[in-house]
């Protein structure tokens, strides 16, 4: 059974991509965002760097279609807004997910309030985690080439592949001897677990969204643990208080 709790958790990322349609003009949803919800994320909002580009190259190249604009952030959590998406992530140490999900349920309600996301189109949930050192023993994962004098387990070794699981995709990455990045500054070299779990929805409403991110998270949850032999689990401090 996986364990509920990590003492000593692995997340160096965790964030929550909301994609959403909006009857406003793409000038205009920063703003009636921001002042629905400037009281829970006080300081001055931070122009990034997609900004730079021109007005009329963010609107006809699609790589910057759900490009966010904005940074805003508090004490422990960050928003990054643009004209078609919402990217709520959590600063490090990570909180709990009962912490973390009560803080996006009130932001996006008082969103919600402003009618501005007229339908949500696409929910993504990504846990970047991070082990110092080579693990790749010490996962269930099974990696060979017909070259015996080849041990991908040992050598520098990444990979990506998508795993279908009912309505939901999970985009899983495993690199091995990585650096690992988080708030700008280099943790060190180890194994990485990187999981995004992503659904395309033609029309989800907020009640809808709420119950399908609590149920991406299960589902992630449990694709983690399970690449994870009891070793590696039980060097984090599992609890299920």
């Not at 939901?168 to 690992?180: E, M, S």
Request: some cysteine; overall charge negative; aromatic content about 10%.
């Amino acid at each position: 059974m996986e364990p509920k709790h990590l003492n000593k958790s692995p997340i160096i990322e965790a964030l929550i991509e909301v994609r959403f349609n909006s009857i406003l003009p793409q000038t205009a949803v920063f703003g009636i965002i921001y002042d629905s919800i400037k009281d829970i994320y006080p300081g001055a909002p931070m122009s990034l760097p997609v900004l730079q580009l021109p007005e009329h190259v963010r609107n006809v190249d699609k790589q910057f279609e759900f490009a966010p604009h904005y940074l805003l952030q508090n004490e422990n959590y960050k928003l990054q807004i643009g004209p078609k998406v919402l990217i709520f992530s959590c600063k490090m140490p990570y909180k709990r997910w009962e912490e973390f999900m009560a803080f996006l349920s009130e932001s996006l309600q008082l969103i919600e309030q402003k009618n501005i996301l007229t339908n949500i189109t696409r929910i993504g949930h990504r846990y970047i985690n991070f082990f110092k050192n080579n693990q790749m023993e010490f996962l269930n994962l099974n990696l060979s080439l017909s070259n015996p004098e080849v041990d991908l387990g040992k050598a520098p070794t990444s990979i990506r592949t998508e795993i279908k699981n009912e309505e939901y995709i999970h985009i899983l990455q495993i690199a091995n001897q990585a650096t690992a990045i988080m708030d700008g500054k280099p943790l060190g070299v180890g194994t990485i677990i990187d999981i995004d779990t992503i659904i395309d929805l033609p029309n989800c409403a907020y009640n809808e969204f709420i119950r399908r991110i609590n149920e991406m998270h299960g589902k992630e949850k449990t694709l983690f643990f399970s690449l994870l032999k009891p070793e590696l689990i039980a060097k984090m401090n599992p609890f299920n208080e």
